[in-house]
Nanobody
């Protein structure tokens, strides 16, 4: 069993930065991903990182602005978000998958409770 707890969300102005963290307990050698859900929209893929950290993949909408990383010694995954835009406003979720670098939410078994990110214009 894996438990995931996100932190680091908040309110930021357009162009600002935030770093989200996802602390994992239990077995941690999973591929990890970040997803987001804006009001009235479906949950959408943001980024994923392989269990070793050697491979990453991003949604086109965040490529070049967001960076996913992980510290397996600390059982933590990060999402560095730069050049934030109002359209990045959403609840951000981290998730763990048995399969490497997945973009589909149904391939993720464990989910955190989410952290709100609000970008003001």
């Amino acid at each position: 069993q894996v438990q995931l707890v996100e932190s680091g969300g908040g309110l930021v102005q357009t162009g600002g930065s935030l770093r989200l963290s996802c602390a994992a307990s239990g077995r941690t050698f999973y591929s990890m991903g970040w997803f987001r859900q804006a009001p009235g929209k479906e949950r959408a893929f943001v980024a994923t990182i392989s269990s070793s950290g050697g491979s990453t993949y991003y949604a086109d909408s965040v490529k070049g602005r967001f960076t996913i990383s992980r510290d397996n010694a600390k059982n933590t995954v990060y999402l560095q978000m730069n050049s934030l835009k109002p359209e990045d406003t959403a609840v951000y979720y981290c998730a763990a998958s048995h399969f490497e670098t997945q973009v589909r939410s149904e391939m993720y078994t464990y989910w955190g409770q989410g952290t709100q990110v609000t970008v003001s214009s």
